[in-house]
């Protein structure tokens, strides 16, 4: 079994890559009102804050900064990974390995995450989040993305609406909450 390390870091901020199994789908996108209620549902009784959030039809990127004295980001997505499933129809294609240990076919098993480590970092990350459904060609230009952060940061006079790249915003004026847009 492969030994995947996490870094906890009580009340820190992380970036995290979350992937659906098969990543040609656009489930996340075209069930984003269920993605949303998963995240409101978990968020209420397992706070965080959303610092920057992205989804795209295949998988999402986030920041997250969790609070006081709590690290615990793996519960949180369990259950809004659980909870989104859950909330569909079933219907996809699973695996033997999937139909024996009774799992649905939805998201990929792991997920990527990252812990920030100063503003910078931090930076660098909120602008990834922002800059990628134009990364991955869905979009020309960043604000043409409705589900994304990014309209908050406009909102807040953070980003240009015609921003491309290459801010530098602090802690204080990223965080702030929403839901996904």
Do not use: Q
Not at 27 to 41: F, G, Y
Not at 105 to 122: A, K, M, P, Q
Not at 154 to 165: P, T
Request: glycine share 6%; with cysteine.
């Amino acid at each position: 079994m492969p030994d995947y390390r996490r870094n906890w870091v009580p009340g820190g901020t992380y970036f995290f890559t979350v992937a659906l199994l098969e990543r040609k789908r656009d489930l996340l996108v075209v069930e984003i009102d269920r993605l949303r209620e998963a995240v409101r549902r978990v968020k209420r009784r397992y706070p965080f804050e959303i610092v920057a959030w992205v989804v795209l039809p295949d998988h999402l990127h986030c920041i997250w900064t969790l609070p006081p004295g709590d690290a615990d980001y793996a519960t949180r997505w369990r259950l809004i990974k659980l909870l989104f499933v859950k909330s569909l129809p079933k219907g996809e294609r699973l695996s033997t390995v999937r139909k024996r240990r009774h799992e649905r076919g939805i998201w990929h098993r792991r997920y990527w995450e990252h812990t920030i480590r100063d503003e910078r970092d931090l930076a660098n990350h909120v602008d990834y989040v922002h800059w990628n459904p134009v990364k991955h060609g869905h979009v020309a230009k960043v604000a043409e993305w409705p589900f994304s952060t990014f309209h908050r940061y406009v909102e807040n006079g953070i980003y240009a609406r015609d921003w491309g790249g290459n801010s530098r915003i602090s802690t204080d004026e990223a965080c702030g909450e929403s839901e996904l847009r």
